[in-house]
């Protein structure tokens, strides 16, 4: 429990995991950056108007004029997030058959990632979540065609799910491995319901019906991970052994310290081991915090209006020039297709020098061999 050797070799280790402060510092970077393109997108756009309808000069006056444009902060942009993450729910829901809970998980996991470096007013998660959710049944092999994928959908081509792929698998750094704390919440059940039959969690026994409070708690910590563990940051802030707990912990407080408490009691008695329990709760109580704090915007009609504010005030920042990936995807294809034929045009070229070179040589195989018997 003190140190997971395999998943601190894992990627999400490595790459995605942060702590509050790091975390904070790259959404502000990203907001910065994304801020300062779309508001020099805008001003290209409008010097494009100009060059149409008047001199190079008033060219050169609009690139330096300020932009009007208000443009989103980060609190609005992860609300915009977190609304892209729940479309992701409800496509995985209303799939036939439905997209199972830890496919669909992975798949909300990849928007949080890409939306790290990335920002909603440069790639509109409406132009995501789809890649994301196809892209996540294909990791997590839960096999589905492209044509059905896009036939339980409306108004969705099979280019508008593909066209984002290779941008997104960027943003992702080409690490589609999620870790996902539902299997630590099978097994601790199990174990949980052992350790009770053997009494070794106190008061809590068969005799006092812990099968059912076990189950119970069990049933409300899954929910929790499937909904507050996957909206909120859970993920980039602590382990996936760690979420589990935390669930159990909001839906039975006393049954998970228990269940630390003779876990932990099985290290020898030391300060270190001392200061490794105290951490390890501490932790797991923050991790419990964060997920009881989630609020469903389904449940609270003033978050439902904030997002209809955000989402307008989107439409007005959005960078002009990333509005439509399924077109910049076939144009950079068509000019990767152009740069491929004139690349074999030069080498073609460049041979055929080559060989008139060594034929005005005498051969194209070089000059005889000098005979060394002699």
Not at 11 to 22: G, N
Not at 207 to 220: E, V
Request: glycine fraction near 4%; charge should be neutral.
């Amino acid at each position: 429990m003190i140190e997971d050797d395999t998943y601190r070799a894992s990627s999400q280790y490595r790459l995605w995991s942060y702590t509050r402060q790091t975390l904070a510092q790259i959404r502000q970077t990203t907001n910065n950056l994304a801020s300062e393109r779309v508001k020099a997108a805008f001003r290209r756009v409008q010097a494009a108007k100009s060059t149409e309808n008047g001199s190079l000069s008033d060219r050169e006056n609009v690139d330096q004029a300020p932009v009007d444009v208000q443009t989103l902060t980060v609190d609005e942009e992860l609300k915009i997030v977190e609304w892209g993450c729940s479309k992701i729910q409800d496509m995985g829901e209303a799939m036939n058959p439905r997209i199972p809970s830890n496919v669909v998980a992975t798949a909300i996991q990849y928007l949080r990632r890409f939306y790290l470096t990335n920002s909603p007013m440069t790639y509109n998660p409406k132009q995501i979540i789809t890649c994301a959710l196809y892209l996540a049944t294909k990791a997590d092999h839960f096999y589905i065609s492209l044509s059905k994928f896009v036939a339980e959908l409306e108004d969705l081509t099979e280019d508008d799910v593909k066209a984002p792929e290779f941008l997104l698998l960027q943003g992702l750094r080409f690490t589609l491995d999620v870790r996902h704390p539902m299997k630590g919440l099978a097994g601790g059940h199990i174990e949980m319901n052992v350790m009770a039959e053997e009494g070794r969690l106190g008061t809590i026994s068969t005799s006092t019906g812990s099968t059912k409070r076990i189950g119970q708690a069990a049933d409300l910590a899954k929910k929790l991970l499937a909904t507050a563990a996957q909206m909120t940051d859970a993920y980039f802030l602590f382990t996936p052994s760690q979420i589990w707990l935390a669930a159990m912990m909001v839906a039975d407080r006393e049954l998970v310290e228990v269940y630390l408490q003779q876990k932990l009691s099985q290290l020898p008695i030391n300060d270190a081991a001392t200061g490794w329990k105290e951490k390890l709760v501490s932790t797991i109580s923050a991790c419990a915090a964060l997920l009881e704090s989630y609020r469903s915007p389904e449940d609270d009609s003033t978050q439902r209006k904030e997002i209809r504010r955000i989402g307008k005030k989107l439409v007005i920042c959005q960078n002009p020039e990333k509005t439509d990936i399924v077109a910049a995807t076939r144009a950079k294809a068509a000019e990767k297709r152009e740069g491929d034929g004139s690349d074999a045009e030069k080498a073609l070229k460049k041979r055929k020098l080559e060989r008139e070179r060594l034929e005005g040589d005498g051969s194209v195989f070089g000059p005889d061999l000098r005979d060394i018997s002699t």
